[in-house]
C-alpha cells in the first residue's frame, strides 16, 4: 500500500538534519586535519602499547613454562628411567611365563619315549636340537623293535616325522646288537 501525504508542505513533518560544520576556510579545515593526525596518533600508540603488553605478558608465560620445564625434568626422567625398568621386567617375566608354560613339556616327552620302548631296549641319549627336534640314541637287539618304536612315537600327539638316521651292528660283551639313532619333530 502506498502512502501519499496531502498535507501542504508547511503543516508536513519536519525531520531533523544534523549538518557537519562546513570544511571552507583555512581554519576548521586545518582543525580537523589536527583532529584526524591525533587521533590517528592516539590510535597508533594505543595499538602499540597494547601489543608491547601483549609481548610481554607472553615473554613471561614463556618465562614461567621454561621454569616449570627444568622443575619437571628430574621427574621426566625419573619416569623415563622407570618405564625402561617396566619394560625389562615386563620381558623377564614373558621370559618366565614362557618357560612355565612347557615347564612339563619335556617330562611328557620323556614319558612318551619310555612308554612307548619295546623290551630289550634302552636309550643311550635324548638330546633336543634347536627346541623343535629331537634325537633319540638306543640300543635294541632287532630291526623290527626300532620299526616297533618308530611307529609307536609316530602315533604319540608329541612327535612327527620319525625318522631312522643310524641302524648299525655293534657288539655289547658277547652280544650282537643294533645301534640307532632316530630324530623327530616335535609340538608341545
Known amino acids: ?54 609481548a610481554r605478558d607472553l615473554e613471561a608465560k614463556i618465562t614461567k613454562v621454561k621454569q616449570e620445564s627444568e622443575a619437571l625434568a628430574p621427574q621426566l626422567e625419573r619416569i623415563r628411567q622407570l618405564t625402561k625398568e617396566r619394560e625389562e621386567v615386563d620381558r623377564r617375566l614373558g621370559i618366565i611365563a614362557s618357560l612355565d608354560r612347557e615347564r612339563y613339556f619335556r617330562v611328557q616327552l620323556l614319558n612318551d619315549i619310555s612308554e612307548k620302548m619295546p623290551p630289550n631296549s634302552w636309550l643311550t641319549s635324548v638330546k633336543e636340537n634347536g627346541g623343535t627336534e629331537i634325537t633319540i ?52
Open 1 to 54: 500500500m502506498i502512502k501519499i501525504n496531502l498535507l501542504p508542505p508547511e503543516d508536513r513533518k519536519k525531520t531533523h538534519r544534523i549538518k557537519l560544520p562546513a570544511l571552507s576556510g583555512g581554519g576548521p579545515k586545518a582543525v580537523w586535519m589536527i583532529a584526524g593526525i591525533v587521533v590517528y596518533a592516539g590510535m597508533v600508540i594505543a595499538i602499540g602499547s597494547l601489543q608491547s603488553k601483549s
Open 137 to 188: 640314541d638306543g640300543v635294541t637287539f632287532s630291526n623290527y623293535l626300532i620299526a616297533d618304536l618308530m611307529s609307536s612315537l609316530d602315533k604319540s600327539d608329541h612327535f612327527d616325522l620319525v625318522a631312522l638316521s643310524i641302524a648299525q651292528e655293534g657288539r655289547i660283551l658277547d652280544h650282537k646288537v643294533i645301534q640307532f639313532t632316530l630324530s623327530s619333530r616335535i609340538t608341545p
